[in-house]
Nanobody, 124 residues
Framework: QVQLQESGPGLVKPSQTLSLTCTVS??????????WSWIRQAPGKGLEWMGA???????YYSPSLKSRTSISRDTSKNQFTLQLSSVTPKDTAVYYC????????????????RGQGTQVTVSS
């Protein structure tokens, strides 16, 4: 069974770049037809899909975040990484990494595996 674990700083200052890593075990991030996403949930709000990297390395981004988001991977470590630049307090949320067969899902039912989530607070 594939397992995902998010890691990164819990506190980021405004205007800085948020960087999170998702470490995957029990399965390869290059396995055909899987997509590896970053999703966040701000306090009192629903899930927001941020972007994904596919099994072939292609990347996909939410139009609303595309200008600030970059997703990459390290296949040797079986990890993929999120970078979100120019953060503001509005980016405060629980950030999740997750696996699915398609991109863009905003319901947990569309994902077959996900990490436990990591709280990121943007504050000076």
């Amino acid at each position: 069974q594939v397992q995902l674990q998010e890691s990164g700083p819990g506190l980021v200052k405004p205007s800085q770049t948020l960087s999170l890593t998702c470490t995957v075990s029990g399965g390869s991030i290059t396995t055909n037809y899987y997509y590896w996403s970053w999703i966040r949930q701000a306090p009192g709000k629903g899930l927001e899909w941020m972007g994904a990297i596919g099994y072939s390395g292609n990347t996909y981004y939410s139009p609303s975040l595309k200008s600030r988001t970059s997703i990459s991977r390290d296949t040797s470590k079986n990890q993929f990484t999120l970078q979100l630049s120019s953060v503001t307090p509005k980016d405060t949320a629980v950030y999740y990494c997750a696996r699915s067969r398609q991109v863009g899902g905003t319901d947990w039912g569309e994902y077959d595996s996900r990490g436990q989530g990591t709280q990121v607070t943007v504050s000076s």
